[in-house]
C-alpha cells in the first residue's frame, strides 16, 4: 500500500497522560499537513510542513501540541497532558507540491478518546 | 474570513434514488473546489476538483457543478446505492497565501434499501 500511513488507529488514553502518534506520508510528497477533525464537523487544519520545515500552525495548536518532521519524511503529533476536549480524530495529509491545485490525499486517522 | 457553508446537514434517501448536495463559500482568491467522500472512521477520499474556468465534471455516478459567480457548488449522486452512504465535504483553495483549504462541515448521507 503507497498511500498515506497513520498509527495508531486508536488510542485511548487517561486525562494528564502523553500521547504521540505517527504520520507516514506517500513517498514523494513533500508537503505534509495534520488536521483535527470531531464528530458531525469538516477537518479542521492543525499545521503543515514543507519537507521538513514547519511553515504554518493552526491557533487551535495550542502549547500542549507539538509536531515534527525529521529528515522530511514521517512526522509526529505530540500532545502532553492530555484532555478530554482533545478527543478526536487527527488526520494527516500529503501532497505533491505547495500549489493548490496539488491533491491532498489523507490518510486513515488515528482516533484518540481521552477518559 | 474564508467560509464553506454546506446544506443539508444530513440526508436520508433510498437505495436507487438520486440526491444533491449544496456548498456555498466565501473563499477569495478562488483557486479550486474539491468535493470529498468520506466513509465513517476513515480519511477523506477525493471524488471531484473544479477550478475557476471548469461548470461540470464527473466521475462515474457523481456530478460535480460550480458557479463560481454565485460562488455555489452542488454533487449530484445518480442512482444511489448503500455503500454511498458516508459524509461528503465540500473543501475550497485559495490561489493567495498558504494554500490551506477551507473544509465545509459535510453532508451525511444515509443510504437505506
Known amino acids: 500500500d503507497t498511500g498515506v500511513s497513520q498509527n495508531p488507529r486508536h488510542k485511548i488514553t487517561k486525562r494528564g497522560q502523553n500521547v504521540t502518534f505517527r504520520c507516514d506520508p506517500i513517498?514523494?510528497?513533500?508537503?505534509l499537513y495534520w488536521y483535527r477533525q470531531t464528530l458531525g464537523q469538516g477537518p479542521e487544519f492543525l499545521t503543515y510542513f514543507q519537507n521538513e520545515a514547519q511553515l504554518e500552525k493552526s491557533r487551535l495548536l495550542s502549547d500542549r501540541f507539538s509536531a515534527e518532521r525529521p529528515k522530511g519524511s514521517f512526522s509526529t503529533l505530540e500532545i502532553q497532558r492530555t484532555e478530554q476536549g482533545d478527543s478526536a480524530m487527527y488526520l494527516c495529509a500529503s501532497s505533491l507540491g505547495q500549489g493548490a491545485r496539488y491533491e491532498q490525499y489523507f490518510g486513515p486517522g488515528t482516533r484518540l478518546t481521552v477518559t | 474570513k474564508n467560509q464553506v457553508e454546506q446544506s443539508p446537514q444530513s440526508l436520508i434517501i433510498l437505495e436507487g434514488k438520486n440526491c444533491t448536495l449544496q456548498?456555498?463559500?466565501?473563499?477569495?482568491?478562488?483557486?479550486?473546489l474539491r468535493w470529498y467522500k468520506q466513509d465513517t472512521g476513515r480519511g477523506p477520499v477525493s471524488l471531484t476538483i473544479m477550478t475557476f474556468s471548469e461548470n461540470t465534471k464527473s466521475n462515474g455516478r457523481y456530478t460535480a457543478t460550480l458557479d463560481a459567480d454565485t460562488k455555489q457548488s452542488s454533487l449530484h449522486i445518480t442512482a444511489s446505492q448503500l455503500s454511498d452512504s458516508a459524509s461528503y465535504i465540500c473543501?475550497?483553495?485559495?490561489?493567495?497565501?498558504?494554500?490551506?483549504?477551507?473544509f465545509g462541515r459535510g453532508t451525511s448521507l444515509i443510504v437505506h434499501p
Open positions: 456548498c456555498n463559500y466565501t473563499v477569495s482568491p478562488f483557486s479550486n
Open positions: 473543501v475550497v483553495s485559495s490561489s493567495g497565501g498558504s494554500y490551506i483549504p477551507t
Open positions: 513517498s514523494e510528497h513533500n508537503r
